[in-house]
C-alpha cells in the first residue's frame, strides 16, 4: 500500500509528510500527526534548550512496541537545510543540529519520538554548559515516590551549599534529573570531577543512595548518576517525549511542583503542552544562573592587556572618559585592569530621551548600542540600534543618577544581565545569544552604515505577552492592615483593566478579557501617554464625583454604554489609575520585585498630561486606612515591596483591606418581586465558595437602582436554572427561582451570624471587572 504524503510549509521549509494517521501509542490511541503537533507547538520552548546543541534521536517507525533506532549519525537522507556538528575522537559522527521549528516536524514524521541532548553548544563543544545529576531509582517500581523527592530535595539542599542553582524535571519515566548550570568555560573531565566531589559527599549521608552503576551492586538504592556528564554522554532533551506508554515527556518543572507531585508520569503529550502554553517554561532563565564550578581555586586576577586594535587599554577609552566629571556623577570610574568574558548588560537609560543601552562585553570594555525603542520583542520586529562609545566593565552593574548637565544625564537602571555567545559572524554584522535571569533570546545584529545597525530577534519566543489577555493578579483579604516591607494604596473603587501598549498600538481589556477599548476614547490616546512601545500595565478605570471620590455607578455606565462613547466621555469622563507593569519594551517584568515595576511604571507615563494617573503609594498604612475611613473610601491594598507578579492567582503578596466588611458571592437566585419591583425581582440569594463547594449566605434586597434591576433581571433570563445550588434549608425557598452560579457581586455586611447568613447586607456591584 502506498504512503499518504502531503507538503506542509514550516517557516521558510516545505516538508514532506507522510503516514500522518499511523497509531504511534496504541495503548493511548495516538498517531503520528498529533507527534508532529506536539513538537511543532512547543518548538520556541525546545529550541530555546537545544539550539546550538548535537543531538541523539530515537526513532519509532512503527509504534513503541516495534523496532527502535537509536541514531548518533544523522540519516543519509537529511535535507540539506539541516545542520550538523562532527562530534567523536577516531571516527567523527554528523550529529544533527536543531535551529528551527521545521527541524522539528521533520524529525517528528521519521516517528522519532525522543530527542537526547549532548551537554554543550556547538560553538564550544567540549565545554559543557551545566551538570546533571539523574536520579535512577529501582527499576521493579518498589522505590516510593515521596522517598525519591526527599532524596532530590536533599541533594538540592546538597548542590546550593556549592553555590550552584539547581532546576528540576521529570525524565518521563521513573527517575528526576537535577541541572546545575555552569559557565560554559570547563572541560569534560573537570566538570565529571567537580559532580564526582558533590555526589560522593552527598552518598556518606544519605545511605538510600549509591554511586554504583552496575544493577547488582546497588541493592536496591538509589543511583545517583553523575556518568552522564562524560563527553559521549547525553540526557533527553527538555520536553521530549519518550517512548513508554502514556505518551510521555520530560517536563521541566518547579521545586513547588515537585513537592505536591503524585505520579512522575502526569506530565504527558497533552498535560505537558497544557503547562507550558498556559504558564511557560520552567527552564526559560536556566542560562542565566550559570557560576564557575566550585573546584575552581584559580583566583580572578585582573590581567593587563597590551594595547591592540582589538583590545582597548583605559587610555583608549579617552573618548568616553572626556565626556564626563567624575567629581559630579556617580557612573563607575575606569578600571585599569580587566579581565575579558562574555557578560552582557541593557541599561534603561533616562537621558534626554528614554533608550535602552546594550552592552556587550569584549577584550576588556564594553560595545555599545543605544536602542531607541527597546529590544525587539519578536521575529519581525526591527530596531535601530546606534553604537555609541566603548565603556568600562564597571557599567555592567551600574545603577544611578547621572546629574544634569553631565553627558548622559539622567537616570540608568539595569535592564537585564547575564552571558552573551557569538553564534554566528556575518560579513556586515553578527548572531548573538543572550542568557540570563531576566532575558534570554537570540538576536541579530546587521550593520547598515557608519554606526547605524538594525537589530532583530531571530528567535520565536514561546508565550508572546503582548498576543495573549492575561488575568490579573488578585489580593488576599485582611481586617488588619499588615506591618512590614510593604508600600501602600487607595483602592480604588472602579474596573480592573489591562492596558496593552504594542508597538504604539493601546488596547484596554476587562478582568473578564473582554476588550472595551471603544467604550474609553479618552484613554487611548498611547503617544500623549506613554514614552515607550510595548507594556502591559495593571489598572483601575474611575469615574469620579464632585469631590473626587470614585463613583462606582458612574464608569459601570461608561462600561455598559453600547454608543455615544466620545459624548459619554465627556460628560462623565473616566480617569485610569495605573499601579503595575507586567511587560516593558522586550521581557516580562513578573518576576522583577513590586518596587522596580513600579519606578519603570512611573518612569514609562507621562504623569499630567492625560487621564492616565498613577496610584500614589504611601509608606504609612495605618494612616492611609485612617484617612481612607474617615473619607469614605473602600479601602487599602498592602503591597511587599519584594513580591513577583502572579497573573490570575490571589496571592497574600497583596492585602486589601476593606474599611467595612465585605464578600464576594455568587448569585444563586431571586425571590419574584412585588409592587414597584413586579418586574425585576425582591432580593438575590447568595453563597459563599468555600473549598470547592457553595455556602449559603442568605439574601440581599438593597443596593438596587432601576437601571440596576433591570440589567440584573436582563442578565437573569439565560442562567435560570431547575436545580438548587446548595443544601440546606434557604430563605423563602418556595419563592426563589434558581440561577447557576455564574454571576458574582460584592456584598458589604456587618457580621455573620450563628446560621452562617448576612446581617445588615447591603449589594454593592456586580465583580466581574472589578478588583
Given at each position: 500500500m502506498a504512503k499518504q504524503k502531503i507538503h506542509a510549509e514550516v517557516g521558510k521549509r516545505v516538508i514532506e509528510l507522510s503516514n500522518l494517521?499511523?497509531?504511534?501509542?496504541?495503548?493511548?490511541?495516538?498517531?503520528?500527526?498529533e507527534i508532529i503537533e506536539y513538537y511543532l507547538k512547543l518548538a520556541p520552548t525546545i529550541l530555546n534548550h537545544i539550539r546550538g546543541r548535537a543531538l541523539s534521536l530515537v526513532r519509532y517507525p512503527d509504534g513503541i512496541y516495534g523496532e527502535q533506532f537509536f541514531q548518533k549519525h544523522r540519516p543519509d537522507w537529511t535535507p540539506d537545510w539541516i545542520d550538523y556538528k562532527r562530534l567523536g575522537q577516531e571516527r567523527k559522527k554528523e550529529y544533527v543540529v536543531a535551529k528551527e521549528e521545521a527541524t522539528l516536524v521533520w524529525l517528528a514524521n521519521l516517528a522519532c519520538l525522543e530527542i537526547h541532548q549532548?551537554?554543550?553548544?556547538?560553538?564550544?563543544?567540549?565545554?559543557?554548559?551545566?551538570?546533571?545529576?539523574?536520579?535512577?531509582?529501582?527499576?521493579?517500581?518498589?522505590?516510593?515516590?515521596?522517598?525519591?523527592?526527599?532524596?532530590?530535595?536533599?541533594?538540592?539542599?546538597?548542590l546550593e551549599r556549592y553555590n550552584y542553582h539547581v532546576f528540576v524535571?521529570?525524565?518521563?519515566?521513573?527517575?528526576?534529573?537535577?541541572?546545575?548550570?555552569?559557565?560554559?568555560?570547563?572541560s569534560f573531565e573537570e566538570c565529571f570531577q567537580a559532580a564526582k566531589k558533590v555526589a560522593s559527599d552527598f552518598i556518606q549521608k544519605h545511605d538510600q543512595t549509591t554511586l554504583h552503576?552496575?544493577?547488582?551492586?546497588?541493592?536496591?538504592?538509589?543511583?545517583?548518576?553523575?556518568?552522564?556528564?562524560?563527553?559521549?554522554?547525553?540526557?533527553?532533551?527538555?520536553?521530549?517525549?519518550?517512548?513508554?506508554?502514556?505518551?510521555?515527556?520530560?517536563?521541566?518543572?518547579?521545586?513547588?511542583?515537585?513537592?505536591?507531585?503524585?505520579?512522575l508520569n502526569q506530565w504527558n503529550i497533552k498535560t505537558t503542552l497544557t503547562r507550558v502554553m498556559e504558564d511557560g517554561d520552567a527552564w526559560e532563565q536556566i542560562r542565566g544562573w550559570a557560576v564557575p564550578l566550585h573546584t575552581d581555586k584559580r583566583a580572578v586576577v585582573a590581567k593587563e592587556l597590551p594595547p591592540n586594535k582589538r583590545h582597548k587599554t583605559p587610555e583608549q577609552l579617552s573618548d568616553y572618559e572626556k565626556k564626563r566629571d567624575f567629581n559630579k556623577t556617580p557612573e563607575p570610574l575606569l578600571s585599569e585592569n580587566e579581565a575579558p568574558g562574555s557578560r552582557f548588560c541593557i541599561q534603561r537609560h533616562h537621558a534626554s530621551h528614554l533608550h535602552y543601552d546594550l552592552r556587550l562585553e569584549q577584550d576588556g570594555i564594553l560595545k555599545s548600542w543605544a536602542i531607541p525603542r527597546g529590544m525587539p520583542p519578536v521575529p519581525g520586529v526591527k530596531r535601530l540600534a546606534v553604537q555609541t562609545e566603548d565603556h568600562p566593565l564597571k557599567y555592567l552593574t551600574f545603577?544611578?543618577?547621572?546629574?544634569?548637565?553631565?553627558?548622559?544625564?539622567?537616570?540608568?537602571?539595569?535592564?537585564?544581565?547575564?552571558?552573551?555567545?557569538?553564534?554566528?559572524?556575518?560579513?556586515?554584522?553578527?548572531?548573538?545569544?543572550?542568557?540570563?535571569?531576566?532575558?534570554?533570546?537570540?538576536?541579530?545584529?546587521?550593520?547598515?552604515?557608519?554606526k547605524e545597525w538594525l537589530l532583530e530577534r531571530v528567535d520565536v519566543p514561546q508565550q508572546n505577552l503582548l498576543d495573549q489577555v492575561m488575568k490579573p493578579m488578585l489580593a488576599d483579604a485582611s481586617k488588619r492592615v499588615p506591618i512590614g516591607d510593604y508600600y501602600y494604596e487607595v483602592k480604588w473603587d472602579g474596573i480592573r483593566?489591562?492596558?496593552?501598549?504594542?508597538?504604539?498600538?493601546?488596547?484596554?481589556?476587562?478582568?473578564?478579557?473582554?476588550?472595551?477599548?471603544?467604550?474609553?476614547?479618552e484613554l487611548n490616546v498611547p503617544e500623549q501617554a506613554f514614552r515607550i512601545n510595548n507594556a502591559i500595565f495593571d489598572s483601575e478605570i474611575v469615574c469620579l464625583d464632585q469631590e473626587g471620590k470614585a463613583n462606582f455607578k458612574k464608569v459601570i455606565k461608561r462600561l455598559m454604554s453600547k454608543k455615544n462613547f466620545d459624548y459619554e466621555s465627556k460628560r462623565s469622563p473616566a480617569y485610569c489609575y495605573l499601579f503595575d507593569c507586567l511587560y516593558l519594551d522586550g521581557r516580562s517584568l513578573m518576576n522583577d520585585p513590586q518596587d522596580r515595576r513600579r519606578w519603570w511604571?512611573?518612569?514609562?507615563?507621562?504623569?499630567?498630561?492625560?487621564?492616565?494617573?498613577?496610584?500614589?503609594?504611601?509608606?504609612?498604612?495605618?494612616?492611609?486606612?485612617?484617612?481612607?475611613?474617615?473619607?469614605?473610601?473602600?479601602?487599602?491594598?498592602?503591597?511587599?515591596?519584594?513580591?513577583?507578579?502572579?497573573?490570575?492567582?490571589?496571592?497574600?503578596?497583596?492585602?486589601?483591606?476593606?474599611?467595612?466588611?465585605?464578600?464576594?458571592?455568587?448569585?444563586?437566585?431571586?425571590?419574584?418581586?412585588?409592587?414597584?419591583?413586579?418586574?425585576?425581582?425582591?432580593?438575590?440569594?447568595?453563597a459563599e465558595e468555600k473549598d470547592g463547594e457553595l455556602v449559603y449566605r442568605g439574601r440581599v434586597g438593597t443596593g438596587f437602582d432601576e437601571?440596576?434591576?433591570?440589567?440584573?433581571?436582563?442578565?437573569?433570563?439565560?442562567?435560570?436554572?431547575?436545580?438548587?445550588?446548595?443544601?440546606?434549608?434557604?430563605?423563602?425557598?418556595?419563592?426563589?427561582?434558581?440561577?447557576?452560579?455564574?454571576?458574582?457581586?460584592e456584598v458589604e455586611y456587618s457580621m455573620i451570624t450563628d446560621n452562617g447568613t448576612f446581617r445588615d447586607p447591603v449589594f454593592k456591584k456586580l465583580v466581574n471587572d472589578s478588583v
Open positions: 494517521d499511523k497509531v504511534l501509542y496504541p495503548e493511548d490511541e495516538i498517531v503520528k500527526a549532548i551537554h554543550s553548544f556547538s560553538e564550544h563543544s567540549d565545554k559543557p554548559d551545566y551538570i546533571v545529576y539523574d536520579l535512577d531509582p529501582p527499576e521493579d517500581g518498589s522505590f516510593p515516590l515521596e522517598d525519591l523527592k526527599q532524596i532530590a530535595f536533599a541533594l538540592k539542599e546538597h524535571k521529570t525524565t518521563g519515566g521513573k527517575g528526576l534529573h537535577l541541572v546545575t548550570p555552569i559557565e560554559a568555560k570547563y552503576i552496575k544493577k547488582e551492586a546497588r541493592k536496591g538504592r538509589v543511583l545517583v548518576d553523575i556518568y552522564r556528564n562524560r563527553p559521549s554522554q547525553t540526557i533527553v532533551c527538555p520536553y521530549s517525549l519518550r517512548g513508554k506508554a502514556g505518551a510521555t515527556a520530560s517536563t521541566p518543572i518547579e521545586w513547588e511542583e515537585l513537592e505536591q507531585l503524585k505520579d545603577e544611578g543618577e547621572i546629574p544634569k548637565g553631565e553627558y548622559g544625564g539622567g537616570m540608568m537602571w539595569v535592564y537585564a544581565t547575564g552571558r552573551y555567545e557569538i553564534t554566528k559572524e556575518k560579513k556586515q554584522g553578527f548572531y548573538f545569544r543572550l542568557s540570563g535571569k531576566q532575558l534570554s533570546a537570540e538576536y541579530r545584529m546587521h550593520l547598515m552604515k557608519d483593566a489591562l492596558i496593552y501598549l504594542n508597538e504604539g498600538q493601546l488596547k484596554i481589556y476587562s478582568r473578564n478579557g473582554n476588550d472595551i477599548t471603544e467604550q474609553f476614547p511604571m512611573i518612569d514609562s507615563t507621562r504623569v499630567g498630561e492625560t487621564n492616565y494617573r498613577i496610584s500614589q503609594s504611601e509608606e504609612d498604612g495605618r494612616a492611609l486606612f485612617a484617612a481612607a475611613k474617615a473619607h469614605g473610601i473602600e479601602g487599602i491594598v498592602a503591597k511587599r515591596i519584594d513580591a513577583r507578579y502572579t497573573p490570575g492567582k490571589r496571592s497574600d503578596a497583596w492585602i486589601k483591606v476593606k474599611v467595612k466588611e465585605t464578600m464576594d458571592c455568587f448569585i444563586i437566585g431571586f425571590t419574584q418581586g412585588e409592587g414597584e419591583r413586579e418586574r425585576s425581582f425582591g432580593s438575590l440569594q447568595l437601571a440596576l434591576l433591570k440589567s440584573l433581571t436582563k442578565q437573569f433570563i439565560e442562567l435560570v436554572s431547575a436545580d438548587k445550588p446548595v443544601e440546606g434549608e434557604v430563605h423563602e425557598e418556595k419563592k426563589t427561582v434558581w440561577l447557576k452560579p455564574e454571576l458574582m457581586c
